[in-house]
């Protein structure tokens, strides 16, 4: 006995094989909407740390070495997740804070008496902490383009 177009075993079993290739291509989307959203949770994590130094430096026109090294360790995995652009950006960020640190441990605790050493301390003192305190607005304009919501899903 052979069967035919309207066998309803026939039709089952491809019913049954749609449905599983179904299923399959909603977890294939739940886990692709799960790595991105890990994606960007690691991501904003790294962009979070640099907004806490860039407060505490916005706050204090000073970083401690504390604050220093809390933002080396949140930034630590940028590498991986944003490329080489962000990672030196991140680099002169770290580079530009210890400078500020230097500086203010220069002008306040060694007590540089009045003089030309001390005036260009001040004014290069003065010269990071701008660029420092500007940071807010280029460090939101550098991740955004990876932590657009829209975009990441």
Not at 8 to 20: G, I, Q
Not at 34 to 37: A, N
Not at 108 to 131: D, Q, T, Y
């Given at each position: 006995m052979t069967r035919s177009l309207l066998d309803?075993?026939?039709?089952?079993?491809?019913?049954?094989?749609?449905?599983?290739?179904?299923?399959?291509?909603?977890?294939?989307?739940t886990s692709r909407a799960?790595?991105?959203?890990d994606l960007y949770e690691r991501r904003f994590r790294v962009f979070d740390g640099v907004s806490e130094l860039l407060a505490t430096i916005y706050r204090d026109?000073?970083?401690?070495?504390?604050?220093?090294?809390?933002?080396?360790?949140?930034?630590?995995?940028?590498?991986f997740l944003f490329g080489p652009d962000v990672s030196?950006?991140?680099?002169?960020?770290?580079?530009?804070?210890?400078?500020?640190?230097?500086l203010n441990d220069?002008?306040?605790?060694?007590?540089?008496?009045?003089?030309?050493?001390?005036?260009?301390?001040?004014?290069?003192?003065?010269?990071?902490?701008?660029?420092?305190i500007v940071q807010f607005e280029e460090s939101r304009r550098r991740f955004a383009k990876f932590l657009e919501f829209r975009r990441a899903f």
């Open positions: 309803p075993f026939a039709w089952l079993a491809a019913l049954t094989a749609v449905v599983a290739i179904w299923i399959a291509y909603q977890q294939f989307q799960k790595l991105r959203l026109a000073d970083v401690k070495l504390e604050d220093i090294r809390k933002f080396v360790i949140s930034t630590n995995e940028a590498t030196s950006y991140l680099d002169e960020l770290r580079t530009k804070a210890i400078r500020l640190r230097a220069k002008l306040h605790e060694s007590r540089l008496p009045i003089g030309p050493e001390r005036s260009e301390a001040a004014e290069e003192n003065a010269r990071v902490l701008e660029w420092l």
